[in-house]
């Protein structure tokens, strides 16, 4: 399975653009980059994906380097109900036609007012 | 849309007793998946169901844990006995099977086994 390397915490300024790194150095040329949070006592949610172009929405941008050995994920103006953990998942194929994906331990995101 | 649900949201138990827990997918998922969450670790997959068939169980202990999902909807979880290092939340999601394979989390089960 392809692993996922992320920092186990950060701090970010309220109002600031928050940009969670994500490295992903064995990830294969199928295989997506997705992108979970979880606030507290809640179960995880889904923010985005993306295979090799860069990706936004409502809620986030994902910028995948060109290699896609990383990826960076980008909340351009961060509010406190952002704290969370952020987890970077690389989404493997199983055979059948079936995906897993493999959650680590994330990225702890605190929003300083 | 109804998102997925999760009963009971709290369960305790002693050691060695029996516990079960129930999921209802969002309507139209094929895919369920149930997982263990312990404190301060990310979402560890027990099993993932294909509709009522069972695609990956290969971090299930099943010596004590058990899962079915009859109809390819409603799921519950079981564990036989329980053991105090089973004290985790356990989160069921589900997704449909396309190319996206977004999965949907409930709010978890929170257990703790004294």
């Known amino acids: 399975d392809a692993k996922t390397t992320q920092p186990p915490s950060m701090d970010c300024a309220e109002g600031r653009a928050a940009n969670l790194p994500c490295n992903h150095s064995?990830?294969?040329?199928?295989?997506?980059v997705y992108w979970y949070r979880q606030i507290h006592s809640q179960g995880p949610q889904y923010i985005i994906h993306g295979l090799k172009n860069n990706e936004t929405n409502e809620m986030a941008s994902l910028i995948i380097t060109e290699d896609r050995k990383s990826s960076t994920l980008i909340l351009p103006h961060a509010t406190l109900r952002d704290t969370a953990v952020y987890y970077c998942?690389?989404?493997?194929?199983?055979?059948?036609?079936?995906?897993?994906?493999?959650f680590g331990i994330g990225t702890k995101l605190q929003v300083i007012p | 849309e109804a998102g997925v649900a999760q009963s009971p949201r709290y369960k305790i138990i002693e050691k060695r007793q029996s516990v079960a827990f129930w999921c209802n997918p969002i309507s139209g998922h094929a895919t369920l998946y149930w997982y263990q969450q312990i404190l301060g670790q990310g979402p560890k997959l027990l099993i993932q169901f294909q509709n009522n068939g069972v695609v990956d169980d290969s971090q299930l202990p099943k010596d004590r844990f058990s899962a079915e999902r009859l109809k390819g909807v409603d799921s519950t979880l079981k564990i036989q006995p329980a053991k105090l290092e089973d004290s985790a939340v356990y989160l069921c999601?589900?997704?449909?099977?396309?190319?996206?394979?977004?999965?949907?989390f409930g709010p978890g089960t929170r257990l703790t086994v004294l």
């Open positions: 998942i690389v989404r493997v194929s199983l055979s059948g036609g079936y995906q897993k994906v493999t």
């Open positions: 064995t990830i294969s040329g199928n295989e997506y």
């Open positions: 999601a589900s997704s449909l099977w396309d190319r996206t394979d977004t999965q949907y």
